[in-house]
DNA sequence: TTCGTTGTTTATAATTATTCTAAAGAAGAT
DNA sequence: ATCTTCTTTAGAATAATTATAAACAACGAA
């Protein structure tokens, strides 16, 4: 996903409507070759400096948790004070640093199948992930 | 561990005074006979209600703050507005229903041993998590 | 293209979990 | 008892997130 012609589509077929704004932002989280893990502040701080114009903190959250509704972003469960998500929102695990505040992706065949089970009457099971504190 | 001097020979050991109020919060948190999973107001709640004596809230967050860092209670990563806390702190895993917002234990039987295949150099694993959301 | 509708952005205020502060109090040592 | 050190506490400060409501932009129909 490359062009701003493709954000449009896609924010498109999401009944969003394709706002500078949010083109911006898809520029910063989707035109990549790798998958980026972020913070609210950290896509805030990047929009005005990868694409020059500044978009409200508020849109930002708005565009953000719109994006996750939509199946576009993952929020990955750690304890911080911000919330992190990811834009790669295929089934995988993370290493979290820490001490770098970093996530790094890893690969369900880093991990291997996991099998649960456990089941809980009347619930389905929504996610399975696995989280890997690391420390120097 | 359930009596009164349990706690305070526990407190003592990790060079905790034992006060009036960490001996209450002794007695919600580990005068039990299932692993209790709770935010910090949950605790809160419960002190004045089992104990009839009311304990700051700076205290309950000062208190539990000590207890994870001695090992006596463990953190649980899920994207909440409130930190959850379990004293269950052997290694093992958990269920979150997210509609009831309730932590659920998953034994390590539940899940299979989990083998991390990748490893970042310079850095070790300190915990292994796994979260399970369920959903209706 | 214009117009009315609906969705979006924004600055700003509100909310809320958590941490900080500093003074009063309690525990421990001598 | 006295001194020191740790603890508790109310209240203030911090900071992430959400809510508000007015200005604005996209859309679709005329
Ligand atoms: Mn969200
Ligand atoms: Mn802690
Ligand atoms: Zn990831
Ligand atoms: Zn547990």
Known sequence: MTSKQEFIEKLRNSRLRPTK??????EVLFNRYKTFHFTINDLFNL????????VSLATVYNTVHAFHKKGYLKEIPINSNQTYFDTNVTDHHHFFDVKEEK????????????????????????SVEVLVKLED
């Open 47 to 54: 929009i005005k400096d990868k694409t020059g114009e500044k």
């Open 103 to 126: 996530l790094i992706d890893l690969k369900n065949e880093d991990v291997g199948p996991i099998e649960i089970q456990k089941s809980i009457p009347g619930k389905k099971i929504k």
């Open 21 to 26: 704004q949010r083109i911006n932002i898809c």
